[in-house]
């Protein structure tokens, strides 16, 4: 499970809205690679961008401090079919275009099946982020410190 610590900034249409917090001592975010924090944050800086996620059965108000998470197996096959499908894409497309027998047909067949490979992969990630298991949630209470 990626696990980030977040804060509840508001409760809307059944959503929690969060914001995550990046541990100080976290050496990845300190480096510029980002972490779990990063990874919710949908790639701005951290604390940054409001989060939607379920609240996992919590009573939550505005400012309290939660973990929220993801399970690992669901990002690992999101990210599976979504570069899995492109990659096979170019490799038909090139298969097909080496038939003509020269460079130029392999490498306009390697990029139209990339092309072509993107539209399934298009189509996958809008039900992936529709699937339940893809939204994060709420996994557990951090302190009950509120926000100023």
Known sequence: MIVCDARVEKIADGAVWVRCRPKPECRQCSA???????????????GETLLAVESGGHELEPGDCVSIGIPASELQRAAMLLYFVPLVGLLCGAAAGAAYGNDLSTLTGAAAGL?????????????I????????????????????
């Open 32 to 46: 510029g690679r980002g972490c779990a924090a990063y990874l919710f944050s949908k790639g701005n800086q951290p």
């Open 115 to 127: 092309l072509l490979g993107f539209v399934p992969a298009r189509r996958m990630d809008a039900r």
């Open 129 to 148: 982020r529709a699937a339940r298991g893809w939204r994060p949630r709420v996994v557990g209470r951090g302190a009950t410190e509120r926000s100023p």
